[in-house]
């Protein structure tokens, strides 16, 4: 059987400040960045993403994914070394676990997915009423088949739900993989006349990332190189 794996979810606000020094000190901070994620990269799961233009409260999301805490770990000490950390805060922090869901009727991947990234990937953490837990599991499976049946009906969406049950504030993690955010909305918005909306207790804050590689995400906290491709084009 695959071993379950750790997620976590990292949101980088920058300090405007970052923007006003030197190109080649961003640059250099930039570099130093790559190479903490490369070398993490070479065993374990990442991802990177840029919220730039969606969110206003942060500008680089990194997804990462390994068998135990300790990789994840030594990662955001690398991270935390790097110039960019010395104008940058972790806005957002969410960890998380794979485990099989009891409400699948297909074998659920215990480890991330690979090559199935959708342009998008829309992440928030979730609770539920305490009164959801109270419900007989057979009562849960009957409400829960009608949320399964309504997200099939959307097949542009992926789903990717994580469990942090005792390992941080929230008890889930869910993210969805799409290529048209407007597919997710309609999703999203068919999903609240369903009887397990009604269970939710909350299900924000809500992050629309742009998959995109590193290079291109911390080249947007910028724009530098991206304006100099521009003057180039021009």
């Known amino acids: 059987m695959a071993r379950r794996h750790f997620v976590k979810y990292t949101f980088l606000a920058v300090d405007p400040a970052w923007r006003r020094l030197p190109r080649d000190e961003r640059a250099r901070h930039k570099e130093e960045v790559r190479a903490a994620c490369e070398a993490f990269a070479e065993q374990h799961f990442l991802r990177s993403y840029s919220l730039v233009g969606t969110r206003g409260d942060c500008d680089l999301m990194l997804r990462t994914a390994a068998p135990t ?14 110039g960019l950390m010395a104008y940058a805060r972790i806005a957002y922090s969410y960890l998380s676990a794979t485990k099989p869901s009891p409400y699948a009727d297909r074998p659920q991947p215990l480890a991330p997915r690979e090559g199935q990234d959708g342009r998008y990937l829309v992440v928030y953490p979730m609770w539920k009423k305490r009164e959801w837990y109270r419900l007989p599991a057979e009562e849960r499976m009957r409400i829960m088949r009608e949320h399964i049946e309504v997200g099939r009906r959307f097949s542009g969406i992926d789903t990717n739900t994580t469990y942090s049950f005792g390992l941080d504030d929230q008890e889930f993690v869910v993210a969805f993989d799409c290529d048209d955010p407007l597919e997710f909305l309609d999703l999203v918005e068919t999903l609240r006349t369903t009887e397990s909306s009604s269970y939710t207790r909350s299900e ?3 992050f629309t990332c742009i998959r995109c590689s590193l290079t291109r995400a911390l080249d947007a906290l910028d724009g530098e190189r991206i304006a100099m491709t521009a003057d180039v084009a021009r």
């Open 204 to 206: 924000t804050p809500i």
């Open 69 to 82: 805490l300790d990789p994840i770990h030594e990662l955001h000490v690398l991270l935390n070394q790097t």
